[in-house]
């Protein structure tokens, strides 16, 4: 068994197959959380999940690209799968707290900072990291009112993250982690996970997974995004986690079972699922 800590099946890429492949995740033992990155898709993360007894669950937040800035304008990439709809939104606390109701939303996330995307100015730049802080810390308070995990998003922006979660009592995962050693170990050292997908073949982070212990590592695809090498498809999904789990697997000179067994235990403790 494998859980994809890390989907976005709630996107608009799955519009016409959405059923087929949830059916396909689960019949081959991949279990799957679906997150949120605005309001739309929080609502339909929960949606989705409400129609599968086991094995489909949500997560709730909105990721700092569409928060609500004015300050920045984001180009769009013709190629991607998912556009960018209703891009920018201010964090309505009582909202996302309305969807907590359902029992099926395991964290809030995906939330975070990412200063990727950024105005020009010196001015405009700290105004825009404010914004980002100040929604950021919202949706954390979120988490701790429910006693929920977090899964954040961390772009171009770690060290600021660090020293805001250094204060706090927060439980979760580092999504997609691409920093440094240094930085993981400051994550590590408070207690997160760090989550890894199909960006470890784009990137080295050998030496990162090679010391990471085996119980802080969660496995995702964020698809649609991320696919592993080799697949000949342009659409991720959650099987091809399993990709991911090889990988590490055999930089951590473990054999796939035992990696599987891990993550999944890792991310049924996390997420009390």
């Known amino acids: ?29 991949v279990w799957m959380i679906n ?17 599968y007894p086991q094995g489909v669950y949500a997560a ?3 990721h700092p690209i569409h928060l609500e800035t004015s300050l920045v304008r984001i180009k769009e990439d013709p190629e991607e799968i998912e556009k960018l709809q209703d891009k ?39 105004i825009f990291k404010e914004k980002q802080k100040e929604a950021l810390i919202q949706q954390i308070k979120l988490a701790q009112e429910f ?5 954040f998003h961390c772009r171009m922006a770690h060290q600021d993250l660090i020293e805001i979660l250094k204060p706090l009592k927060v439980k979760g995962v580092i999504h997609c982690f691409t920093g440094d050693w240094e930085q993981a170990k400051e994550y590590l050292e408070m207690g997160f996970y760090l989550g890894f997908n199909g960006i470890i073949f ?10 990471v212990p085996s119980d802080k590592i969660l496995i995702e695809t964020d698809c649609p995004y991320l696919i592993p090498p080799g697949l ?17 697997a055999d930089l951590k000179n473990l054999n796939f079972e035992e990696i599987a067994k891990i993550t999944t235990k890792n991310a049924k403790e996390l997420f009390k699922i």
Do not use: C, W
């Open 1 to 29: 068994m494998l859980i994809d800590t890390h989907s976005h099946l709630n996107f608009n890429a799955y519009n016409k197959d959405l059923d087929e492949v949830i059916k396909r995740s689960l019949s081959s033992d």
């Open 35 to 51: 997150v949120g990155s605005q309001y739309t898709t929080s609502r339909k993360a929960v949606e989705i999940s409400q129609k």
């Open 60 to 62: 709730i937040g909105l």
């Open 88 to 126: 920018e939104e201010d964090f309505n606390y009582d909202k996302y707290k309305e969807l907590l109701r359902n029992k099926n939303v395991k964290a809030i996330g995906e939330i975070g900072l990412d200063y990727y995307y950024k105005p020009k100015t010196k001015v405009k730049k700290e």
């Open 147 to 151: 006693n929920l995990p977090i899964i």
């Open 202 to 211: 784009k990137m080295n982070l050998d030496e990162i997974i090679k010391k």
């Open 232 to 248: 000949g498809i342009k659409r991720n999904e959650p099987v091809h986690v399993k990709y991911v789990a090889e990988r590490i």
